[in-house]
């Protein structure tokens, strides 16, 4: 029985892209067995010989073009697309559910106590102005005006961040009153929504949260602080896409299919992991806590930095986050122990090391008393996927 070729055009630079295929491999594996073949170097779209010439039964694209697929319709190919672009008549469409993104992100804020939030994006592109009308409606249902800044995608992959764009925005973070919350139509926009934030001397997440999208983990864990995102769903886009292929191969008519796949969630990082606080001074100590609690910091030193009194800060603390800038402390430790008990295999002492306790049997008491279990047996617990 010969199987079914299916030719993938997916530029693997792209991070969502590795999961996308995974669906498409996934679905394949247990449903139809086909023969896949990667264009990861776009050349179904250069080289139209070639696409010709190859006995193809269907493309699967998350870099489709108009040019792509003009040459699926001569060729008589069936073609889904992945790419969030405007529908090509009579090509079946999987693409996330934007709205959805956006609406996401403006509930994030809400939850939050924000009393500010505005969204920045590219006005050009639809795909980040469906983003923003839903973000726009979740925050008007929570009672609240959103804020806008917009200007146009330059139309590059990776487009030099303008110095004059970057002083618009800065200009427009320091002209509203914080905290602010800030959602990004995507991550790389988000990374510039930082750079514009830190430029204007401004405290991440304390006075400015920023959200991105897409929550593409090598651009979001590298700016500091690393950066929250909402989740899409590349890999049920990819599986539901070689879902769709199958049916067409089989006869089915889905010419019409405009299908929207919902986010996972929102991926919470330090950009956001903050209430909205309106007092400088406990938004100074608490990002001077983020950065240097698994340091050995002590309550003292929290209290100098901030320039208030020991009592005027405890006092704002409870009234603001509704703990003391000792169990702050402790509260960051706990969250640094966890990621490391679960993501790395270091023995306790290093843990005890990387975060700021002398002691492992103190760590000990201190994780057992806020978690409720050992670390080792936290640790057992995360890694059994319990």
Known sequence: MIRPRILCVFMTRF???GPMLDGVSKYSRSHVHWDIFLDDQGRAESDMDWLKDQPWDGVISRHTTSKLAGACRDLGLPLVDLNDIPRFPGVPKIRPDNRTIGHLGGEHFLERGYQRMGFCGFGN???????RDGFVEAVRLGGLEPLDFETDWPGQTTPAWDHGEN?????????????LAVMACNDLRAQQVVNAVQAADLLIPEEVAVLGANNETHRCELPYPPLSSVATH????GYRAAEV???ILSGADLTDLDERIEPVGIVTRQSTDVLAIDDRNVAKALSYIRERACLGLSVDEVVAHAAASRSQLE??????IGRSPQAEIRRVQVARMKQLLFETDFPLKRIADLTGFEHIEYMSVV??????????AYRIRMKSGD
């Open 367 to 376: 994780f057992k008393r806020l978690v409720g279990v050992s670390p080792g």
């Open 125 to 131: 592109e639809g795909w980040s102005c469906e983003r």
């Open 167 to 179: 002083l618009r925005l800065v200009e427009w973070l320091r002209g509203i009153r914080h905290p």
């Open 234 to 237: 590349p890999f049920h886009s």
């Open 315 to 320: 006092k704002r603390f409870r009234r603001y």
């Open 245 to 247: 292929m199958a049916a």
């Open 15 to 17: 991070e969502e892209c």
